[in-house]
């Protein structure tokens, strides 16, 4: 079966510069998360969308923005990085217009800031 | 707001035997979802079994079973017939039932290490 997709899977940045993550959920799901997943941390929600439009917000800076596309994928966009940034950023998708909303994920991207 | 409890940050298991991971959740709520996620060291997550709470019967699926408990708000649980590839850090997880969208709320973790 088709799994959510997360490009790229590994990113290396500098402090201040700016990072775009890839995600592309399981066709015909119309909800993407995003999580983000500190070293030896539980994943905290960031954002989420839902057919396009922002469904829900967590602890995301106002550094980062996030989008969903007509064709379901989304992209955060990370700018202004800093040292704390670096983390494993998973997205998440979901159907919800099932009655169990079981999220999915990627395999997550590994975000170094250097 | 929703919490997560895991109150074992580390666990073991021989090969083969049992284990009982333990789960508690504070809500107000009287619909929602409860899953198990397991994250081995490549860090995939991965679903393992989850529960709606309006069903009393416990959710099963091939060596893993819950033991969902309503009333007391815990959510444990159990590997049979424990097995190498189940070394990893198990997630509980919390998710309101309110019509999509829904974020999870984790607990900590808890890392469980099958020895042969």
């Known amino acids: 079966a088709a799994g959510v997709i997360q490009s790229p899977r590994h990113l290396i940045k500098e402090k201040r510069e700016t990072a775009t993550l890839k995600c592309y959920p399981i066709p015909r799901h119309d909800t993407v998360y995003w999580y983000q997943q500190g070293p030896g941390q539980d994943p905290q929600f960031l954002i989420s969308?839902?057919?396009?439009?922002?469904?829900d917000k967590g602890s995301i800076p106002d550094r980062f923005s996030a989008q969903q596309f007509s064709d379901y994928h989304s992209e955060l966009n990370m700018s202004s990085l800093e040292l704390g940034d670096s983390a494993l950023y998973f997205c998440a998708s979901s159907q919800t217009s099932g009655r169990i909303e079981t999220q999915y994920f990627g395999p997550g991207t590994r975000l170094l800031v250097l | 707001a929703q919490t997560v409890t895991q109150s074992q940050p580390e666990m073991s298991v021989q090969e083969a035997e049992t284990v009982t991971l333990s789960c508690t959740y504070d809500t107000s709520e009287s619909d929602y979802y409860l899953f198990w996620y397991k994250q081995p060291p490549s860090r995939q997550m991965i679903l393992v079994i989850r529960q709606e709470a309006y069903k009393q019967q416990n959710a099963t699926e091939n060596r893993f079973s819950v033991n969902f408990q309503k009333a007391a708000k815990s959510f444990s649980l159990k590997i049979s017939d424990s097995q190498l590839g189940d070394a990893a850090m198990y997630f509980c997880?919390?998710?309101?039932?309110?019509?999509?969208?829904?974020?999870?709320?984790f607990g900590k973790g808890t890392k469980l290490t099958v020895n042969p």
């Open positions: 997880a919390y998710s309101p039932s309110q019509g999509g969208s829904e974020k999870l709320v």
């Open positions: 969308f839902y057919e396009k439009m922002q469904s």
